[in-house]
């Protein structure tokens, strides 16, 4: 499974891409938001980072505008991956940008059946909300999985799988274990992934002992 990181905080994602086990980046208009940035630069320095596809999603909600917006944004870099949203405007915009040669991520996917769609209208991406459907009390990762089913069923159904609004370490491993192309993660999750106190209780009982030692490598 690819890790992606979902931030548009160009600091966070150096400080990330530097382990070497980023694959990727997605941003949103409310993470733009919160970078307080100009959009295009914050892109264009997020690509010269990570050479993985990076999400630039559109602001435009008609057909037209969301083409125009798509390959302004598409310019910036190789890397970039036009994100638009899961409609009908959304899909058709994709069918074409697709056409040109351009990665797309299709967002705010709810339903197995949007996702059907998506990769009928040829999206590199498609993006299934886990935990905007765990608030409304429903089972995220069940998407994640009927997701799975129907794209494995059609050989031609090549879109990736990009498991997104995820909250917790929890809704990584389930996402692993069902087979998501890949998950995009907040960087505190990313960073919590590595944690376990069996692990830094190791560290410190074999050091103790290795002091004992009075070695040196
Ligand atoms: O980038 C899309 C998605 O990951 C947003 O997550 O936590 O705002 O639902 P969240």
Not at 49 to 61: D, I, K, M
Request: glycine share 8%; charged share 20%; with cysteine.
């Amino acid at each position: 499974m690819k890790f992606f990181v979902d931030t548009a905080d160009v600091a966070e994602i150096a400080d990330l891409a530097a382990t070497g086990l980023l694959d990727g980046v997605t941003t949103n208009p409310s993470l733009v938001a919160k970078a307080g940035r100009d959009f295009k630069t914050i892109i264009r320095e997020i690509c010269a980072l990570v050479p993985g596809p990076v999400s630039a999603e559109v602001a435009a909600l008609d057909y037209e505008g969301m083409i125009t917006e798509g390959r302004t944004l598409a310019k910036i870099a190789k890397n970039v991956t036009v994100k638009l949203p899961l409609t009908w405007e959304g899909l058709k915009a994709c069918k074409t940008l697709t056409g040109e040669g351009t990665m797309v991520n299709v967002t705010l996917c709810f339903s197995a059946n949007q996702a059907l769609l998506a990769a009928k209208a040829g999206a590199t991406f498609v993006s299934p909300f886990i935990g905007r459907l765990d608030d409304q009390g429903l089972e995220g990762m069940e998407l994640i999985s009927e997701i799975r089913t129907i794209y494995d069923n059609y050989e031609t159904l090549s879109t990736q799988i990009l498991a997104a609004s995820i909250r917790t370490v929890n809704h990584v491993k389930q996402a692993a274990m069902i087979g998501a192309d890949v998950s995009t993660v907040p960087p505190a999750i990313l960073k919590a992934l590595v944690k376990h106190p069996l692990t830094d209780k190791g560290i410190e009982t074999f050091m103790a002992d290795w002091k004992k030692t009075g070695q040196k490598i």
